[in-house]
């Protein structure tokens, strides 16, 4: 019984706050993984990028709300979230042609892209903080709760309960039926497969007759849902801040270089490597020892390696070691 009780702390507190932060990380760190993969650079803009999208996806779900349009126990950000990808799109398509277009053609090496992207991602920041303030934004509606803690401890006798947020399983499901979408388009499509053959080989590519700009441009529409719907799901799961997602930027890309840049597997795979480590690391086990142990062995303090003030440390301490060690990542990737 003490042991299930230990098992209720663990889910409640790590392992699904873990899965549904890895699956928001994949779904960012893969956006970072197809623009290294196939446009040859690291995409500094791309948390802003995501921040920009929600704000789409956040402005239109408040006018679904004022109108009484609504899904019921579903949170109405999912019916503007096309209308937020299809603006994310538009932007960043722009912003390719008319920045990194230039770059491209001049065949400038990926360091004065990755500059390039810098700049940007002030730009994005600017705009969105423009557009909707630097301040919390709650857009986040329908049922709380698949289930209440409560509810569990009242159905299952035990002292500590378990409960899920509909966020938290809405951020699953969603990212395997984007992964599983993504993953076929990649394999099974024509364009898809003219996308990996661009990213193995650019020059065959070519000579094989494959469109750049096409390739460049369906790269950038996969990217733009991306962030989209990643930077959605982490706005309805804990909360909307511009900043915020600039922060994210250091996981999302420890979770692509530790999976290995430019493999799709590999940065889903770094997504929950690196969503686990924070979570385990910052977490006071000092609860779930109490049970798991013997009276006479349990502990005093806290147990927590790290507060969670500083939980970013832990994917750059994760990448440092990652890039010393295995610059290709676990997957093979590219080396940065």
């Known amino acids: 019984m003490e042991l299930l009780n230990a098992l209720m702390v663990l889910m409640n507190f790590v ?56 899904l019921g126990p579903v949170p109405t950000a999912l019916l503007a979230l096309p209308f937020g990808i299809a603006a994310a799109a538009a ?6 042609r008319v920045v990194y277009r230039f770059y491209r053609t001049q065949k400038a090496k990926p360091v004065i892209l990755v500059i390039v992207s810098m700049g940007v991602m002030f730009i994005y920041n600017g705009i969105t903080r423009f557009i909707i303030g630097p301040d919390d934004q709650n857009f986040a509606d329908g049922a709380r709760f698949l289930f209440t803690v409560r509810e569990f401890r009242d159905w299952s006798g035990l002292d500590e309960g378990f409960g899920i947020r509909s966020t938290q399983a809405l951020t699953v499901v969603t990212a395997v039926i984007v992964v599983a979408a993504l993953f076929w388009f990649l394999n099974r499509t024509r364009t898809g497969k003219s996308m990996r053959a661009f990213s193995d080989n650019e020059d065959l590519a070519l000579l094989s007759g494959i469109n750049p700009e096409k390739v460049v441009a369906v790269t950038w529409l996969l990217v733009a849902a991306l962030a989209t719907i990643a930077g959605t799901l982490y706005g309805l799961d804990k909360s909307f801040k511009p900043f915020t997602y600039f922060q994210l ?33 910052t977490y006071a086990w000092k609860k779930v020892l109490e049970y798991a142990l013997p009276e006479a062995l349990a502990p005093e303090g806290l147990m927590q390696l790290m507060s969670t003030e500083y939980k970013f440390a832990v994917s750059f301490m994760i990448l440092v070691v990652v890039l010393l060690f295995k610059p290709t990542g676990l997957f093979k990737g590219k080396a940065v």
């Open 91 to 96: 932007l960043m398509l722009g912003t390719d």
């Open 15 to 70: 392992i699904v706050p873990a899965l549904t932060y890895g699956s928001q990380l994949a779904l960012g760190a893969l956006g970072v993984t197809l623009v290294y993969g196939i446009l040859r650079f690291s995409n500094f803009a791309h948390g802003d990028g995501m921040a920009l999208g929600t704000t789409a996806v956040i402005l239109f779900t408040w006018w679904f709300q004022s109108l009484g349009i609504s």
């Open 249 to 281: 930027l250091l996981p999302i890309f420890a979770a692509a270089i530790v999976g290995g840049l430019g493999s799709p597997l590999g940065a889903i795979a770094g997504g929950f490597i690196i969503a686990f480590s924070e979570v385990t690391v």
